[in-house]
């Protein structure tokens, strides 16, 4: 069955950095469009970023844009996400979901999330 696991997530302090890892199985990672999707406390979610199957196209959305790179590695199933000067307010839930940006808030195939806390 399609399996998600997100890893990477902490507390780091404004300005700082955080790789996640969202590792894949069950289905063929290649062939399907790839998203970020964020979850701060109280709010809904918050599509963060898309990748393509080649990992040659990219988008984000404005708040993250400039900071956070997506990048895929097709041959271990692995999506990443890089985060680069960090926010208070990206502080959020941080979860992959398989497919395009326009799906991915409501995605069916989602991990769990891993918790990304950014604190002085």
């Known amino acids: 069955q399609v399996q998600i696991v997100e890893s990477g997530g902490g507390t780091v302090q404004p300005g700082g950095a955080l790789r996640l890892s969202c590792t894949t199985s069950g289905f063929t990672f290649s062939n399907y469009y790839m998203s970020w999707v964020r979850q701060a406390p109280g709010k809904g979610p918050e599509w963060v970023s898309t990748?393509?199957?080649?990992?040659?196209?990219?988008s984000y959305a404005d708040s993250v844009k400039g900071r956070f790179t997506i990048s895929r590695d097709n041959a271990k199933n692995t999506l990443y996400l890089q985060m680069n000067s960090l926010k208070f307010e990206d502080t959020a839930l941080y979860y992959c979901?398989?497919?395009?940006?326009?799906?991915?808030?409501?995605?069916?195939?989602r991990g769990k999330g891993t918790q990304v806390t950014v604190s002085s």
């Open positions: 979901t398989r497919g395009p940006a326009a799906t991915a808030v409501r995605a069916i195939y």
């Open positions: 990748v393509g199957t080649s990992g040659i196209t990219t």
